[in-house]
């Protein structure tokens, strides 16, 4: 019956503009997220910046102890893979994009015959590598959304612990980097040992004069340096992951929005002309039923 | 004269900027005072009291624990101090009371954990950290 159509349209264009109004408020807060996230990665930059000066500032003081710091590995038998995705779904591309990098990187360190214990921070990964077979060791839940730089070090001493016993000769870390608010990408990144002297550390380089002071000595400062870089390290990717995830959620809930407007539009159409079919039925009933009352006289 | 630049920053913001006409700390070979014109240096800084000297008075920050870098060129006449800290504040900006609300949830914390008798559970060191953080602000605030 076209009337009993016309109701169940109704109800549909009603769902579509309910799921509407959350994905708008879900995009709307995203929104007003990113610029806070962004905020705070320019607020951390100097620090991060002013850790890497420090490091190969210290790194070119005692050549010999940086090499055993941050040089590369001469053989990888276990490695540790952190991956930073969101707590959240509901953003696109975000999660999946980063855990299939995981996943990749996983697979090709295996073929190279290591073994590969797996971290992650957000609530995610952990239902997405276990459906492939692939445990994940410990998952740091709750921080992804609003890191702190107490969280970055929780994630570092523990991801630093099997690097420092010799368990495992190489840390690598998959996140997503905020190039701009336009543009993300996954990166894969080695966190131990230390892979920083060889990041261009400033636009213009300065000359400095004459050689370093170190107070106490070089060797014993690179050694409790490398722990705080690894920090500063894991913050920042955490505060990039974090605007990423939000970037990205906002767009992924603009994109829902607008199809829910495309829908509703679609629905409200197509119940109108249910409704003017049925009105147009039952004036043609009417007129019908004049005629033969008519006819019949 | 040559100029000093001082930065104190932390991973969460720069908490200070700025000319500055002497930077005095500790690090773990004992105190220290950069002028401007030191030479090229880079130390640690132990838990304590930063302070800054600028031609408006001092300025005061408890820093807990961290690494300085001087740089240093004569011949452009420029010296910059970098202070990086993972935890720091501006002495003014300590809030007295929960550092004392902290202080005493951490003695109590300890005093818990001392009627057991090993001293290096995670426990114990947590709460002697931030015993040690809370003494810190007390003691930067009420100088």
């Known amino acids: ?297 | 004269m040559a100029t000093l630049k001082v930065e104190i920053v932390t991973p969460e913001a720069a908490l200070w900027v700025g000319e500055a006409q002497a930077l005095i700390a500790r690090s773990s070979d004992g105190d220290f005072t950069i002028l401007p014109e030191h030479t090229a240096t880079v130390g640690d800084i132990v838990p304590g009291i930063v302070r800054v000297e600028t031609s408006e008075g001092e300025v005061a920050f408890a820093v807990h624990g961290g690494y300085f870098q001087v740089e240093t060129s004569l011949s452009e006449g420029w010296t910059n101090v970098t202070v990086l800290a993972g935890v720091a504040e501006k002495t003014t900006d300590i809030d007295v009371a929960r550092a004392e609300a902290s202080k005493g949830r951490a003695e109590a914390a300890l005093g818990a954990s001392a009627r057991g008798e090993s001293d290096d559970t995670p426990a114990h060191l947590v709460a002697q950290a931030a015993l040690e953080r809370a003494e810190l602000r007390l003691r930067a605030a009420t100088r």
Not at chain 1, 240 to 262: I, K, L, P, V
């Open chain 1, 1 to 297: 019956m076209a009337g009993g159509q016309e109701r169940i349209l109704r109800r549909r264009i009603k769902s579509v503009q309910a799921t509407r109004k959350i994905t708008k408020a879900m995009e709307l807060i995203a929104a007003s997220q990113i610029s806070r996230s962004q905020a705070r990665i320019v607020a951390n930059r100097p620090y991060r910046n002013g850790m890497k000066r420090i490091i190969i500032e210290a790194a070119k003081g005692d050549p010999a102890a940086a090499k055993r710091l941050l040089a590369p590995p001469e053989k990888v038998d276990a490695a540790l893979v952190v991956v930073v995705t969101g707590d959240r779904g509901l953003s696109g591309a975000y999660n999946s994009s980063v855990m299939r990098a995981g996943e990749r990187l996983v697979t090709s360190l295996r073929a190279e015959g290591a073994s590969v214990r797996l971290f992650a921070v957000g609530k995610k990964a952990a239902a997405f590598y276990r459906f492939r077979g692939m445990e994940v060791e410990e998952s740091f839940v709750g921080i992804a959304d609003k890191p702190t730089f107490a969280d970055a070090r929780a994630v570092a001493s523990t991801i630093a612990a099997p690097f420092i016993d010799g368990e495992v000769q190489q840390v690598l870390l998959v996140s997503t980097r905020f190039v701009s608010a336009g543009s993300q990408v996954v990166e894969v990144e080695q966190l131990l040992p230390l892979s920083m002297p060889d990041v261009p550390i400033n636009d213009e380089p300065k000359k400095l004069e004459g050689y370093t002071e170190f107070e106490p000595e070089v060797e014993q400062l690179l050694f409790f340096l490398a722990p705080r870089a690894l920090e500063s390290e894991i913050f920042t990717a955490l505060l990039e992951g974090a605007a990423s995830f939000h970037t990205s959620q906002q767009r992924a809930m603009a994109a829902a929005t607008e199809n829910a407007d495309e829908l509703g539009q679609t629905l409200s159409r197509i119940m109108n002309r249910a409704r003017q079919d049925s009105i147009t039925t039952e004036i043609m009933e009417i007129v019908g039923g004049a005629e033969a009352l008519r006819s019949g006289k």
